[in-house]
């Protein structure tokens, strides 16, 4: 566990549907604090928001998040 | 999910004072019943013992005295304020006190508490600072306890959990930090317990609200 931690594709998808981080806020339900927050890989979101997230967007949690080796964040 | 509070058009202070003559009007009536009490306890032996010994608190007895006065004049007025602002902490449309004016305050007690407990003649100090910082410090940790911007947050916010359990972490560092040092001090000079006791208060209670407003800046900073 020590050796990974959690990406995400979540700007990337959102690009793709052409939403702000307000508009999948507010498809969510959660706040635009919470859409960055996730985004910058300063809050992992439950499973139930990461699902719900995933729903908003048309696609799935795999696709929308992913384990990448520790390391410095970019 | 969860939703934030923050951005009402409508959003009021939780302490406004809509009908500043209502509160005169109480303070009066209540001022009237405080003397009334004052001049028919005159008659009692031990009141005038207690007021011969104590004189000051004797104005402040019967100040406590007349309190429940709120309770009965103007009920239906209360009553009607009193939904009014639930109906307002459920809209969100209650404000709590900014984190600056609430350091501004607390700080201040603190000073009056510290000078109060140093210099020869401080009483004053200490009886003015002292109900403040404990009233200031009691709603720090509230707020603490269920942070944001409204009175009553979403308990389903994961976020606001998430910063919520940072900022306590902060604070729970600085109180563990604070005893450390007092326990220091109390060796090595015991006097200066009572007058640090306060500061540690005071640091353990505002770092953990500073921080948790730095960690919501930043997740509200622009994408």
């Known amino acids: ?74 | 999910m969860s939703d934030e509070h923050t951005d009402h058009t409508q959003s009021r202070p939780a302490l406004a004072w809509d009908h500043p003559v209502s509160i005169l009007i109480t303070v009066a009536l209540m001022s009237v019943f405080g003397l009334l009490v004052q001049f028919g306890f005159a008659h009692l032996p031990w009141f005038q013992q207690f007021e011969a010994r104590h004189g000051f608190w004797t104005q402040l007895l019967c100040a406590w005295v007349s309190i429940p006065l709120i309770f009965i004049f103007r009920r239906r007025q209360r009553l009607t304020d009193q939904l009014r602002f639930r109906a307002d902490l459920r809209a969100g449309r209650v404000m709590r006190m900014s984190l600056a004016t609430r350091s501004a305050v607390m700080l201040i007690a603190l000073v009056m508490v510290v000078s109060g407990s140093l210099i020869e003649h401080g009483m004053l100090l200490l009886m003015l600072g002292g109900p403040v910082l404990l009233l200031f410090a009691i709603e720090e940790f509230n707020i603490i306890l269920r942070p944001g911007n409204s009175v009553l947050t979403d308990p389903r916010d994961e976020l606001l959990a998430f910063f919520k359990a940072r900022s306590m972490q902060v604070g729970y560092a600085i109180a563990i930090l604070s005893m450390a040092v007092l326990c220091l001090v109390s060796v090595f000079a015991t006097r200066y317990v009572a007058t640090l006791l306060p500061v540690g208060l005071t640091l353990s209670l505002l770092t953990p609200s500073l921080f948790y407003s730095r960690l919501d800046r930043r997740a509200g900073s622009d994408e």
């Open chain 1, 1 to 74: 566990m020590n050796d990974v931690r959690l990406g995400n594709r979540l700007k990337q998808w959102r690009d793709e549907k052409e939403l702000t981080q307000a508009d999948l806020a507010e498809l969510a339900g959660v706040s635009r604090k919470t859409i960055n927050t996730v985004e910058n890989s300063v809050f992992i979101p439950s499973v139930q928001l990461a699902l719900v997230l995933a729903r908003a967007l048309g696609t799935t949690v795999e696709a929308l998040f992913h384990l990448v080796p520790a390391g410095p964040k970019h």
